[in-house]
């Protein structure tokens, strides 16, 4: 016997039995997706006020001929809880749930998120690349490396705004590959094409930002003083995005994929919404300065391809007295 199919009321998504499926308790055959119940979006009749009941990890059972399902999972609010402490710092579940997202996207087990692994967090939460800016640059696998010094330099500048934990790495980039060579020899035109397909990467001492877990750490806690309804949102996308997601506590996948908006606080803090729009200012300076040193490296590039071509091609020259004299070109 097959399980009964289930889909979202409000956005016709698909509910699999590995999802968070809310079904109302008064509206008849009402259910809801996770997404959806976090947005608070509702359909029909249906109001948000009504009680819900939370189904994860279905298991059949027939009644009436209809097959229905039922759950052992805990409900939801009980087992998260509140995720501030009275102190303001993450409470143990939360604390847990922040470990196992960074041992989760800390591919390399170094102990520090590099900023590839960080954009696949923020990827994985919902982001755009309208939202975080930095994901233009690393979902773009031909991305240059000045691309990925000015992701660099972005995210940088962003994790010293808050501040976080981090520290800084010399960001290496692999050798370009080796010029073919022709009838046993290498040819300079081939040695000059190839200068222009592979330019030299530039090197930036001690400019890739690493995060560290405690950095991790601060933003959670970060937003969830400053926006606690976006980090329910967050949490909630990218619970959903691994649902297999690990306790470290257990070694078992977390119970719940639902953190209910009941665990978050009701409203930002105060003095963490005034040191917020301090922050804010500070990224969108960021934020202008980042493009501007875009716009100065394509203009310097430009430059520079300029003045390659004019060596090549040689021809006649005016110094700065006025005086012309004629450049052979080295492609003869």
């Given amino acids: 016997m097959s399980l009964q199919a289930y889909a979202c009321d409000v956005c016709n998504a698909a509910l699999p039995s590995d999802r968070a499926r809310l079904h109302c308790r008064i509206c008849p055959d009402y259910d809801s997706c996770a997404d959806c119940y976090v947005t608070e979006s509702v359909s029909g009749t249906h109001c948000v006020e009504h009680d819900y009941e939370v189904y994860m990890h279905d298991r059949p059972a027939l009644v009436k001929g209809k097959t229905v399902v039922t759950s052992n999972d805990p409900e939801p609010s009980t087992y998260w809880g509140q995720l501030l402490t009275p102190a303001k710092t993450p409470s143990p579940i939360f604390s847990r749930l922040i470990a196992a997202i960074f041992a989760h ?8 998120l590099q900023p590839s692994e960080f954009c696949a967090l923020m990827f994985a939460s919902g982001h755009t690349a309208e939202q975080f800016p930095p994901l233009q640059v690393s979902t773009n696998e031909s991305a240059s490396p000045a691309d990925l010094h000015g992701l660099d330099a972005w995210l940088a500048n962003w994790i010293r705004s808050f501040p976080l934990d981090h520290r800084m790495a010399t960001r290496e980039f692999p050798p370009p590959p080796p010029i073919e060579p022709v009838n046993g020899r290498i040819r300079m035109r081939d040695q000059f094409l190839h200068s222009l397909m592979y330019p030299e990467a530039p090197v930036v001492p001690n400019g890739q930002p690493l995060l560290s877990q405690l950095g991790l750490e601060q933003w ?27 306790d470290p506590e257990t070694s078992r996948p977390f119970e719940t994929q639902l953190i209910p908006r009941s665990c978050f606080p009701l409203i930002a803090d105060p003095e963490a919404e005034e040191r917020k729009r301090m922050v804010e200012r500070h990224q969108m300076e960021e934020e202008q300065r980042f493009q501007e040193a875009k716009l100065q490296v394509q203009h310097n590039s430009a430059m520079l391809m300029m003045q390659a071509m004019r060596n090549v091609s040689g021809g006649w020259r005016t110094d700065s007295y006025g005086n012309r004299h004629y450049v052979e070109g080295t492609i003869r």
């Fill in 220 to 246: 959670f806690l970060h937003l969830l003083l400053h926006n606690p309804g976006s980090l329910c949102g967050f949490l909630n996308h990218l619970l959903g995005a691994l649902p297999r997601l690990p």
């Fill in 105 to 112: 996207f800390d591919a390399t087990s170094a102990g520090v």
